[in-house]
């Protein structure tokens, strides 16, 4: 049998592994996350995998099929967190799917193709500042010359992988080839309100919402708010109310588009000064690239008119960008299924947030299953699911193993 009540345990265990006492904090390649790796490890070998720590920290567990050496189905997540963090983000997908293996060692199954399971090393990017370092590197889309990049006490990320016993020259192995995989599936907490909105357990997402990212500065004209008459003012921070609320209609004008401001600086930042410059940032994300970038474009259209009517000047420089990493159909369809198995009601929905399989999309397709959690509230303590949800969510990724059959391309 499946036992979610040993899951919720496993989360629980893992989540004492924190850099601050009484909260959960685990970045990439630090002692905690040592600790979380071999205790992942110790669980996949117990499940009947074999089980190591790659050249970039994964943790990744292999169960082989009907012989040694087919591809494998990869499922995964992560087990590194922002700060503050909390017990499931990640760490559920990697604690069901040991699990589902181990009901499968049990029962002495094999299926007709190896399952792997991995644990992410860096998928959050608090420590480095740069995202799915885990993934990529199975991916083989990692850029070496992001080995170079620091953390906050100038350690690089190919020093830290020394420091930790990895060997950097070895990373080349980690990168796993097309045929390699025959998908891959990810179980995760939802993240958001939508499944418990509609008293729904589990939800299959159809994509990984892209995201545009912007820097706008306006700049006004500083000025003593005493002496300059309304009619003769700059006030930079004035229009960017206005652009904020810009942001806000254009992303209110489709439900599936978001957009948010999410900083904002006026300067010089007095109580008796017309701002006379403000920076702030603009995130829109869709599940549509054609429906992001028609959006960021209606934004910044909104946000330079805005500006030339209050006699202001712009910058607006994009930050990053990502496209839709969309699920695979026949995934979807496999997935649809699994749930059904499980005895609960399918709904689709989008992913708003990002997640390691739009690094593995590179390689393999990719599916995803989401697990209501409760408020929709993640990366913070508060963060949860209950027993009942975790135990029907390893149900259903159960299924989706038992009842997986690749689709030729
Ligand atoms: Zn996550």
Redesign the pocket.
């Known amino acids: 049998m499946l036992s979610a009540e040993r899951i919720m345990q496993r989360c629980e265990a893992l989540a004492r592994h924190s850099e601050l006492p009484g909260g959960l904090t685990r970045v990439f390649l630090s002692p905690e996350s040592r600790a979380a790796g071999e205790a992942v490890l110790g669980w996949m070998r117990e499940a009947g995998m074999q089980a190591k720590l790659d050249a970039m920290g994964n943790a990744v567990g292999r169960y082989e099929g009907e012989r040694a050496g087919l591809p494998c189905l990869m499922l995964g ?2 087990l590194d967190t922002v700060r503050d963090a909390g017990r499931y ?2 760490m559920l ?1 990697v604690v069901s799917a040991i699990e589902c293996v181990d009901f499968l060692n049990r029962k002495n199954k094999r299926l007709p193709f190896a399952v792997e399971v991995v644990g992410f090393g860096d ?2 990017g608090v420590r480095f500042g740069t995202t799915l370092l885990g993934s990529r590197a199975v991916a083989g889309t990692l850029d070496p010359a992001v080995l170079k990049t620091k953390d906050g006490k100038g350690i690089s990320i190919e020093q830290a992988l020394r420091d930790f016993g990895l060997d950097p020259d070895e990373l080349i192995k980690v990168k796993r080839k097309k045929g390699d995989l025959l998908a891959y599936a990810e179980l ?2 939802e ?1 958001g309100p939508v499944l418990e909105a509609e008293g729904l357990a589990l939800g299959v997402v159809t994509a990984i919402n892209g995201f545009s990212r912007l820097r706008v500065t306006l700049t006004g004209t500083a000025g003593h708010a005493g002496t300059v008459p309304m009619r003769l003012r700059r006030d930079a921070l004035a229009a960017a109310a206005e652009c904020v609320l810009a942001v806000e209609r254009t992303a209110q004008a489709d439900p599936e588009l978001v957009g948010t401001v999410g900083r904002i600086e006026a300067k010089p930042g007095a109580i008796n000064v017309i701002p006379g410059a403000v920076e702030f940032t603009v995130d829109v994300r869709a599940p549509r690239d054609e429906l992001r970038e028609k959006a960021v474009a209606s934004v910044i259209d909104a946000i330079e008119a805005i500006a030339r009517a209050r006699a202001l000047t712009t910058k607006i420089e994009n930050l990053q960008s990502s496209g839709v990493a969309a699920c695979a159909p026949w995934l979807m369809a496999q997935m649809d299924r699994a749930v059904a198995a499980a005895g609960l009601k399918v709904r689709r929905l989008p992913s708003g ?4 399989g739009m690094a593995i999309q590179a390689i393999a397709d990719i599916a995803m299953l989401f697990v209501r959690c409760k408020g929709g509230v ?1 990366h913070n303590p508060a963060e949860a699911i209950s027993q009942d949800d975790a135990g029907v969510g390893a149900r259903a990724l159960l299924h989706f193993i038992e009842g997986f059959h690749a689709v030729s391309a």
């Open positions: 997540s992560h983000d990640g997908g998928e959050e995760h907490i993240q947030a990002g997640h390691d993640s």
